[in-house]
T-cell receptor, first 112, second 112 residues
């Protein structure tokens, strides 16, 4: 059974800091990995999708990497801003027809 | 494109009442699924569908029914609501081949 872990559960950083959010998964036979952002009381917004054949994806100040062999992904946020404060969820898909398995998320607070 | 549309956004039910949560997508996605999100438990899969006429159970299916008569719609039915079903419900869809999920904005359900 696939398990996804995100540690720590919460993180507080000063504005401007570059930061890395970690995600680990137990079954390396994944189809893809997706990072989401969730603001309080809101839905999930997809940030980056990495297919199993890819090593990284970039969007603006965000960069996500994938190392299937070690069962790890990182989300790098450059020059963090207070508007980046949210919960960041990592999810892996094992097989084309199978479900997403989610981590419990990292709640990020960026202090002005 | 509207993406994934969920209705209603909020609902209060009395124990024993029934209701249907609606989900519609306009992206011609084959795969649709329902998740519930609870504090400390993360997102858990309730039911999913890989196409019209095909549904299957996820991790927490008890107390919920689904059907998929069209590609666009995937309603979730609560037959006899219980306080344990108080949660935030998310509908999601994706192409099977590309695999990136799109989520609706959620339905916040309270059962009293």
């Amino acid at each position: 059974k696939q398990e996804v872990t995100q540690i720590p559960a919460a993180l507080s950083v000063p504005e401007g800091e570059n930061l890395v959010l970690n995600c680990s998964f137990t079954d390396s036979a994944i189809y893809n990995l997706q990072w989401f952002r969730q603001d309080p009381g809101k839905g999930l917004t997809s940030l980056l999708l990495i297919q199993s054949s890819q090593r990284e994806q970039t969007s603006g100040r965000l960069n996500a990497s994938l190392d299937k062999s070690s069962g790890r992904s990182t989300l790098y946020i450059a020059a963090s801003q207070p508007g980046d404060s949210a919960t960041y969820l990592c999810a892996v898909r094992t097989g084309a027809n199978s479900k997403l398995t989610f981590g419990k998320g990292i709640t990020l607070s960026v202090r002005p | 494109n509207a993406g994934v549309t969920q209705t209603p956004k909020f609902q209060v039910l009395k124990t024993g009442q029934s209701m249907t949560l609606q989900c519609a997508q306009d992206m011609n996605h084959e795969y649709m699924s329902w998740y519930r999100q609870d504090p400390g438990m993360g997102l858990r899969l309730i039911h999913y569908s890989v196409g019209a006429g095909i549904t299957d159970q996820g991790e927490v299916p008890n107390g919920y029914n689904v059907s998929r008569s069209t590609t666009e719609d995937f309603p979730l039915r609560l037959l006899s609501a219980a306080p344990s079903q108080t949660s935030v419900y998310f509908c999601a869809s994706s192409y099977i081949s590309q695999g990136g999920y799109t989520f609706g904005s959620g339905t916040r359900l309270t059962v009293v």
